[in-house]
Structure formats: C-alpha cells, structure tokens
C-alpha cells in the first residue's frame, strides 16, 4: 500500500481504538457479577448517564436531587444485580435504563436518599454544572420526561461517535480536514459542495469525494458499532437507530 | 434556542445542543443512509469466511472482506513478511477445478503481472491455494466509481478529470494487446487523490469463459457496459469493446444515467458542452469501426475541453502597441414596423449589415489613455425590405441593384479601406476622432445622392458608424464587457449578476452572467460565458444621425420618402442574451453571439420633418427589433 497520507484516517491507526461497550456483554453474564460484565455496563452509565438526569430533572427534581439520584442510582445498578431481574429480556439498554429508572424513583428513591446523604463515594463523576447547563438548552415547552430522556440518550451517543471521529483524525494530523468535511456528515449528497471543499483542502475535487465518502463511512461503522455496545443482538441495530432517528425528528 | 440557527440541510432550527453544531437528525439520518454503491452486484457464490481464509493463506493476515461479486471476492489483508497491506482476490471456488483452467490462468497471469502502469492495480502474485485461485494485488485507499458517484453528481470537470487516466490505463494495456472486457464503476477505482486505479483486468476472459459453461447469465460482463459485439460474440472482442464501456461509464458520469436504447446525447439531459456529446456518442457507436479505434484518442478529443483546476480572474487586456486585432462584426435585424397601423403597414424589413476591421494600439498614454487606430477591412450589406432586396460586398464588390441603392454602395465602396484614429481616456471614452471628416469631404462629391435625405449632412450615418458601430465591438464594449466579467476569480459553475448594466442601447438592466465551461476557441481555452439580461430605458434619438432606430425614411407606392416625423424620444425595453468567449490569457473575447429583442414600448417626443406629403401623425419607428449579432476575433497578431 502506498503511504498516501493525503487524506481520510491511516490505514495504520490501531483499529482496535473504539472501546465498545457491550450491553449483549452484560446480558450474557447474566447476573451480571463477572468483572468484564461489570466494566462494560460502567462504562455505559458513565456514557449515558446524562439522559437519566435530564428525566430526573424534567420529573421536577431540582439540580441537586437529580444529581443524586442519579448517583444513587447508579450505585444501585452497578452493585445490584439488577440486571439479571431485567426480566433477563433481551432487551436495549435505552429501555432497560429508563424502566430502571422509573422503577427506582417509584419504589427506592426516598429509601435510598435517605440513607445516602451525607456518606459514600460518588460512583460517576457527575458534573453538576455541565450537566444543568446543558440540561437548560434542552427544547422545553413539550418535552415530556421521557422523550427528553430519548432525545438525551440519542445526542449523547452521536455527541461520543462524533468525539471519537474527531480524535482517529487528529490523531493523524487531519484536524483540518474534519473541520472543512464535516458538512459531509449532515448533507445531502447533491448539495455537497466538493468544489469548495477541495479548493480549502487544496486537493482536487475528486480527492475531495473520496475523503468525504470514507468520512461518511468511518462515521457509519463508528454510529453502528457504538448503537451495537447497547443494544443485545446486532440484528436490533437497524431498529434502534431507526427509533433514535424518529426521536429526534419529532423532538 | 436561538432562532437565528437552522441546519443548513434540514432547515429546522438547531438546538444548541446540537453535537459539534451539526443537526442531530441529519447526523442520524446520513448514518442511517446505506451507502450505495458498495455491494451491487450479486456474488454467484459465497465467499469463504475469514477464518477459513486464514488457514488456506497463512502469510497472511487476512483483515476484512470489502468487495464481492461475479469475479470473485476481494479481502483487505497483510503480508505479515513484508507488513504491507494487499489486497487479495479469490476466484469463485469451482471456476477452474482441471489442467486446462490452470494453465491457462498461469499465462493470463503472467500477461497481467507485466501489466506495470500507475493507473493498473499492480499484481503482487498469482496461484492456486488449497483449490482457490487467487491474485495478490495493490491495496487502493479509496472508493470505485461507482461508490464515488453515489456521492453526488459528479461535474463534467470532475469525469473530465477522470476518463482521460482511464484512457491512459487502457491505452497501456491495449497496446501490450490485453483487453479489460469488463469496464464499469465498479471497476474503477480512485485513490484518495483521486487518481484512477484500473482493476480486474482480463478477469472477465478468465472467469468468464469458464463460467459461461454452467452459469452464463451471472459473470459473462455487465450487461449495461457491454459493447454490442461483446453481447453476440463474447469470444471475439478486441480494444474497442473496452472503448464502449469506456463511453458507458462516462455517459453515466455526465448525465448519472445509463444511456437507452436510443442514445440521447448528454447535453439533452445536462448542462455540459454540446461537444462532448461527439467525445461520448462516438465511443457508443453499435459498430466497432465507427468508434475511435484506439482509446488514447478519446483522450486526445477531451484535451480540448481543458478544465482549469483553479479558479481564474477574468479580466480585460489591451494589446501591447502595435498589435493588430481584426475582429469581424455582423448583425442580422429583423424590423417589424406598425407605423400608423394602415398599409402599407406593417412593414417588415430585413437588414445584415457586417465589417471586417483591424484595431492597433498605437501608442499608450501614462495617465491610462490610449491611441488607436481603425482600419476598415471589409464591409457588407444586404436588405430585404416592401419587397425589395438588394445587397452589396466590398470583397466581392457586388451588387445586386446597385441603381435603387447605389449610395449605400457606393459609400461602402469609399469608405473600405480607410483609417480612424481614437484618441481614449483611461475609461476607454472616445475623447475625439481623427480622420473621419476627411472621409466625409471624399464621400460628398463621389456618391450622387440618390434619394433625398438629411440635407444638412447625407453621411451623418457613416460618422455614426464610426464613432458607434466600430468602437461598440471593441473599446466601448470593453467598458460594458468590463461590467459583465466577474469581479473575482471564477471557475465553470460559477455565476455572478451585473447590476444595471446596458442590455441594449440606453436601456438598463440587470444581466445574470453564468460561466458555463471551458470551452476551445480558435484552439485557445476560453470561458464559455452565458449571459442575459433585461433592461428598459428611454432612447433619446438626434434625428440628426439616428440610423437605426427612427431613420425617417417611408416607404410609400415602392419608393422610400422622408417621413412626417421622427422618433427623437421614446421608451424601449428588451432582452439580450448570448454566448460570450472569453479568454482570459489574452484578455479578449474571442467571440462573442449576442440575441437581442427589444420594442418600443412608447413614443415620448416626435420631431416633424419637412416633408409635405407625410406631414401628420404618423411616426414611422421601428416597433419590434430583433437583432442576432455575432463579433469574433479573426486574429491577434
């Protein structure tokens, strides 16, 4: 292969850079008490734990509530087993969370709040000011809690593809290029203005398709993988993205 | 949320929440969007698992499959030996299970390792593995054709970029006598540079003819690129199949079309240069000896459609001193008179009026003034008008009735040959003329009046003519066409808009002005530019040297008389729209075909005239004008 580095991410990059996590991975487990299971349904809170406090907040917690709620939350989940009461349905994190989650507020919240202040360690490390900001541009007149929830998750997951897309490019030098092609991520395909884009790049028009194609592409297996970490078989990918697609369509 | 923000795709308002400002929904919906492209072709078998590769090539690591069809299957791997990654094509298992098959692939192998150019994917080895045949090739970082024009369409300079390295590639191989028989997007592949790697050469022979004994229908070619005589006879092809294809794929990247059974050209269906439409109709010709016969000749009829890579600035050059830029003018009206409204009107008329004439920059003021001079060359006229026709040639030095007109001949006869000096301000404003008074004095005792006209001065219409109709074409032009070129710089799809600029006469208007293509003229690349525009305007006419509009002649019982008045102010309003050529090396425009219409919409003022027998109301003016006028560079010396 030449090493042509004109474009796109190197061939040579480590492929194995996109920690998945596996939702399958903690399904499997079952009771959900190994260690990788463990670590893999971690991470997944430590990625999508935003939704969650946004549905708190949006139920009428103030700031401060919601944070610890999800905290305890998630000290709940991650010690408890569960998972392996999640009717051990084979069923996506997304759901699973949610339904954790109202069962949690509906049953244990008060219990458990009551308990927490004032001692234990953080399991997440929330950070309450990003998070209420963030949580204020949420659209606010008709969300009701749980389609902020689903709106959140869905930004959440394209907000880490885009992160790591970003990052694989960087890495290679290709900062510049990210920047002059992510239009190729949201455009139609007729209305890419490859011309435009090879004279910023100083490539030809031709190149120009060629990086945007494997953008696309690169931006396609990242969204795909990251969908599969949630989600228990990869038959159910098609599924949920068409279902995140739909969420933020009528958000 | 802020109002002011909206996806520049969708439209709909984008949260501030949007991941990196792009709009969450489009995000998930180009995710969503399978790329096309990849995976079109339907493979006739499965192609083996990685595992099962691996065992059967154990230098290599085998790393994903990318590309599966009738040929085979394509797998990314890497020589662990040499750490390079490769790409590796198995045959459909079963395509050669005798002696026969194996030599043969061992000789067409040995043809295609020679095949050594930057525009073939390079054959690393060839062999047999556990029962599958197999080509070690070039990995190419990139996509096919086809995945590329699933990207969009694809601008006539971008496939004007692409076909002629195809034609290089093929041209190679045709001349080592190797055939591809099986170009398509597919095919083609395009490295991140966008250079063009031609695959699978050959392959189609190979796989295809073994095929053919149990499953023709599925790897016999594409049917869509096939070349009719590859359909009827597949064993009896040569090159010109290829070229076809060739022509297949580039219809398709022109238009994003398969031609039909019937060939439209490309430029039916797209905005491209008509002449390409011979480049492609002539590679699709059903006979082989009707298309180019060799491939780099298509290559040699796209080289005249440069395309610039960059974009270029459009901007007028005057000639160094002493250069002699003859230009050659003609204009063809179509004047359709209502007059009073009673016979003999309407009347039509019909008048081509053309000139030859030579502009040398004799000298250049500092302050940016300039000397000029005009030469007369040649000069013709023909009308057709109340039924009489006659025309005169200063080349020929014919006329046909020269008793009815002879003062227009006689006068071109004249003043053929003569020579006006320009003295222009740094705007290319006449400041004054030398030389045509000269010409006045030799014209009044030479040409008998042959009908009555201003008496005042006879001739004031060839004063007009030069200090009008010749400089128009150039040095006045120059201050419009200044106007109509764009203010940055442009490439071909580029368009810009000229505000209030002159479509016709005093008119005003706004021109819209597209820069089409890059087009040939006189062997030089110009800009192909298209303009239109529309303007309205009030035309003050002197009755004293109008000679267009409102000339004050009538035509009564066949013979023409003054009229009762003449239009000295009046409102037209018109379209122009044309074709310019500009080029921008020389800073000219090499031709320049203009269509203008326009009418008088209202008579403002009229002035009588001395004549008692049309003396009254009846204003004679041109009503409706159609001109077709063409200005071309004849050199630049």
């Known amino acids: 292969m030449a090493t042509d580095e004109s474009g796109g991410y190197s061939e040579s990059r480590p492929a194995a850079l996109f920690v998945t996590t596996h939702w399958s991975e903690v399904l499997a487990a079952g009771r959900g008490d190994t260690t990788r299971a463990g670590d893999a349904l971690a991470r997944l809170c430590q990625t999508y734990w935003y939704p969650l406090y946004a549905y708190a907040r949006r139920r009428g917690c103030s700031p401060h509530d919601a944070q610890d709620l999800t905290q305890e939350f998630f000290a709940r989940l991650l010690a408890g087993n569960w998972v392996a009461k999640a009717d051990r349905q084979r069923g996506r994190f997304r759901s699973f969370l949610l339904s954790a989650m109202k069962h949690f507020m509906a049953n244990e919240w008060n219990k458990a709040s009551a308990q927490k202040r004032g001692g234990g360690q953080p399991i997440l490390s929330l950070n309450d000011d990003s998070a209420e900001h963030r949580y204020r541009l949420e659209p606010a007149e008709r969300a009701t809690p749980e389609s902020l929830f689903e709106r959140g998750w869905a930004v959440t997951l394209l907000e880490g593809v885009l992160a790591r897309l970003d990052e694989e490019y960087r890495r290679t030098g290709k900062q510049t290029w990210m920047e002059a092609m992510r239009p190729a991520l949201t455009t139609d395909r007729e209305s890419m203005d490859y011309a435009g884009m090879a004279q910023t790049l100083g490539i030809t028009e031709t190149a120009a398709r060629v990086a945007a194609h494997r953008l696309r592409q690169r931006y396609r297996q990242l969204i795909r993988a990251e969908v599969a970490g949630t989600v228990a078989s990869p038959e159910e990918v098609e599924a949920e993205m068409r279902h995140l697609f739909r969420v933020l369509t009528n958000g | ?637």
């Open chain 2, 1 to 637: 949320m802020d109002p002011q923000k909206l996806c520049q795709n969708c439209q709909a308002p984008l949260a501030d929440d949007a991941p990196h400002g792009l709009c969450p929904a489009c995000l998930m919906k180009v995710a969503l969007a399978t790329a096309t492209g990849a995976g079109q072709e339907k493979p006739g078998f499965t192609p083996p698992g990685i595992a099962e590769l691996a065992r059967k090539f154990p230098q290599l690591e085998i790393i994903e499959l990318i590309g599966c069809g009738g040929m085979g299957a394509v797998y990314k791997a890497r020589q662990k030996e040499l750490d390079r990654i490769v790409a590796l094509k198995i045959l459909p298992p079963g395509v050669g299970n005798d002696d026969a098959f194996a030599e043969r692939f061992t000789r067409e192998a040995k043809a295609l390792a020679r095949l050594n150019h930057p525009g073939i994917i390079t054959i690393h080895d060839s062999g047999q593995a556990d029962g599958l045949y197999f080509f070690l090739m070039e990995f190419v970082d990139g996509v096919n054709l086809r995945q590329l024009l699933a990207t969009g369409r694809v601008s006539p300079r971008e496939a004007l970029a692409i076909v002629p390295q195809i034609c290089d590639a093929l041209q190679f191989a045709h001349d080592q006598c190797i055939v591809h028989r099986d170009i398509k997007p597919e095919n083609i592949l395009l490295d991140r540079r966008g250079r063009v790697k031609v695959a699978d050469f050959g392959l189609a022979k190979l796989v295809g003819e073994r095929a053919s004994l149990t499953d023709a229908g599925r790897v016999m070619g594409t049917p869509a690129y096939m070349a009719p005589e590859q359909a009827r006879h597949p064993d009896d092809v040569d090159h010109r199949a290829d070229i076809y294809a060739l022509g297949v794929v580039f219809y398709q990247m022109l238009t994003g079309e398969l031609p039909g059974k019937r060939i439209e050209p490309p430029s039916k269906k797209v905005h491209i240069d008509v002449r390409l439409d011979e480049v492609v109709l002539r590679a699709l010709e059903k006979k082989p000896e009707l298309r180019y016969q060799q491939v780099s000749e298509v290559k040699t009829s796209l080289e005249a459609f440069v395309p610039a890579a960059t974009p270029v600035e459009l901007k007028l050059k005057w000639p160094s001193p002493g250069k002699r830029i003859v230009f050659c003018f003609d204009m063809k009206q179509a004047i359709e008179d209502f007059g009073s409204g009673q016979p003999p009107y309407p009347l039509k008329y019909d008048i081509a009026i053309g000139f030859e004439y030579a502009f040398t920059v004799l000298k250049e003021v500092p302050e940016g003034g300039r000397e000029v001079e005009l030469e007369l060359l040649e000069a013709r006229i023909g009308t057709m008008a109340g039924g009489m026709t006659w025309q005169y040639d200063s080349a020929k030095k014919s006329s046909a009735d020269p008793s009815s007109h002879s003062m227009v001949a006689a006068t071109f006869g004249i003043i053929v040959g003569a020579k006006v000096r320009y003295f222009l301000d740094a705007s290319h404003r006449i400041e004054r003329m030398e030389g045509v008074d000269e010409l006045m004095k030799q014209l009044k005792p030479a040409v008998p009046l042959a009908q009555p006209s201003n008496p005042s001065d006879p001739f004031v219409w060839v004063r007009n003519m030069f200090s009008n109709i010749f400089t128009e074409t150039y040095f006045k032009r120059l201050a419009k066409l200044d106007r109509l070129l764009p203010p940055t710089a442009v490439q071909p799809g580029d368009s810009w808009t000229v505000l209030d600029a002159y479509p016709i006469e005093e008119t005003r208007g706004d021109f819209k002005v597209v820069f089409q293509s890059w087009e040939m003229r006189a062997d030089r690349p110009c800009a192909r530019l298209e303009f239109q525009g529309v303007g309205k305007g009030t035309v003050k006419n002197n009755p004293e040297t109008t000679l267009n509009t409102g000339s004050g002649m009538v035509l009564r019982e066949g013979k023409w008389v003054e009229a009762g008045a003449r239009v000295s102010n009046s409102i037209l309003e018109g379209t122009t729209s044309g074709v310019a050529w500009f080029d921008p090396e020389l800073g000219l425009t090499h031709e320049t075909n203009a269509i203008n219409d326009f009418k008088m919409v209202k008579t403002i003022s009229a002035v009588p005239t001395e004549n008692p027998d049309t003396a009254g109301p009846a204003i004679h003016m041109p009503q409706k004008l159609h001109q077709v006028i063409t200005v071309k560079l004849v050199s630049a010396g």
